[in-house]
């Protein structure tokens, strides 16, 4: 592995127990991947519940990745395409470039991906995307509450790769605004898929009308009472199972009437992360939803319960 092992301004390297390699964010206090391993995890929460096999040839598979960050998602899926692959449209959000910038310095990020995949994340460095008809690829850098808005407002999407950081730790982009956002450009059936198991962002989630589901764990990642979401725009067809997810249990649709289910907001799309935090205090305060702590003695026989 090459480079410094920490960058100037707080993006440290560390090893993850697949072998893949991640970062830690300083600003943010929280790692991008599960320490059971990187690539692991982008492949059980992202690329096996997209089920790509859904789509053929003839088909168009239109993608917004959020947060690209160091790549992993967008790469996962465009490894795990069925042969011959449908026409990939794809959209990248993301405010900081180098964590893609320090995945593709380092020879063992570079070693997991065909040469067609590099080359498309070498495209997103370089070039802001790619343009390889059928496929094309489109960079979109800075907040991604603004940048958005500047996706094409026909644009719609099969798959939304949703994988900011934590929702205490970046709630800008876990508002039920951008949620709701996000929602409206989902395609029927189309899919929206993230780490996240917030019962904040599953609340926003339904609100804005889709059909939610719990992820499975990732091979090696601690077995907890949930390890991630994928929300379902109706109009398609998805089973009660399938392959990396399952319904909600009682505990977790309960989890979506208490405290913890109170929204994160930011009606300007502008709000600083304290704001944002502040202001979901306040309401959690005032409201008479059942009080999260309840919620957890009900289930405390659950080990992995935690709250959010």
């Not at 495209?123 to 500047?150: E, F």
């Not at 709630?171 to 605004?177: C, F, I, K, R």
Request: proline fraction near 7%; aromatic fraction near 8%; glycine fraction near 8%.
């Amino acid at each position: 592995m090459t480079g410094s092992a920490a960058d100037a301004d707080g993006l440290r390297i560390y090893p993850t127990a697949d072998g893949s390699f991640s970062l830690k964010s300083e600003r943010f206090a929280e790692a991008f991947h599960n320490s059971a391993g990187a690539l692991n995890e982008a492949r059980a929460k992202f690329s096996r519940p997209a089920e790509l096999n859904r789509f053929c040839a003839a088909d168009r598979l239109r993608i917004l990745d959020v947060c690209v960050g160091l790549g992993y998602n967008t790469a996962v899926i465009l490894e795990d395409l069925p042969e011959p692959a449908p026409a990939v449209q794809w959209w990248g959000l993301e405010l900081d470039r180098r964590p893609l910038d320090l995945a593709l310095e380092q020879p063992t990020f570079r070693d997991l991906w065909r040469a067609d995949v590099l080359e498309r994340l070498e495209g997103i460095q370089a070039n802001d995307g790619w343009s390889d008809p059928p496929h094309v690829g489109y960079q979109l850098w800075g907040d991604a509450r603004t940048a958005l808005a500047r996706i094409p407002d026909q644009q719609r999407f099969d798959l939304i790769l949703q994988d900011a950081f934590s929702p205490q730790r970046c709630p800008e982009l876990w508002t039920e605004e951008f949620l709701a956002g996000l929602s409206a450009r989902l395609v029927p059936g189309g899919r929206l898929l993230t780490y996240c198991r917030s019962a904040a962002v599953r609340a926003s989630l339904q609100r804005a009308g889709l059909q939610l589901y719990s992820l499975l764990p990732a091979p090696g990642e601690r077995v907890g009472w949930s390890s991630g979401t994928m929300a379902v725009q109706p109009g398609g067809s998805c089973t009660a199972e399938g392959p990396g997810w399952r319904p909600l249990s009682p505990m977790e649709m309960e989890h979506l009437f208490t405290r913890a289910a109170v929204p994160f907001r930011d009606p300007d799309g502008e709000a600083s992360s304290s704001e944002i935090l502040e202001k979901r205090v306040l309401e959690q305060q005032a409201c008479d939803l059942e009080p999260t702590n309840a919620w957890q003695r009900r289930w405390r026989g659950d080990a992995a319960l935690q709250s959010q």
